[in-house]
């Protein structure tokens, strides 16, 4: 798999903009992976519209789930 080390910067630089906009979002992150990140755990997703429309998923973590999350925690520079 190849990937384009200037579409590496630029997502490094989405992601830092992210972190910026939404400061509460890595430290629950982090709250999770320190006491929640096992198989079996459910994660409860909703989005609400604007305009009041809902949508909600939730899925049951995998051991891959934990696997892919911490490799995305190392990649971001934060410790897992």
Known sequence: MNF???????????????????????????AVKDSSMEVG??????????DGVEKQCNIKITQNDIDTFKTLMSMNGMPQ
């Open 41 to 50: 755990t459910i994660i409860d997703m909703k989005v609400t519209t604007p």
């Open 4 to 30: 384009n080390p200037m579409a590496l910067m630029e997502l490094q630089k989405k992601f830092n903009t992210f972190r910026q906009d939404h400061p509460r979002v890595q430290p629950f992150f982090q």
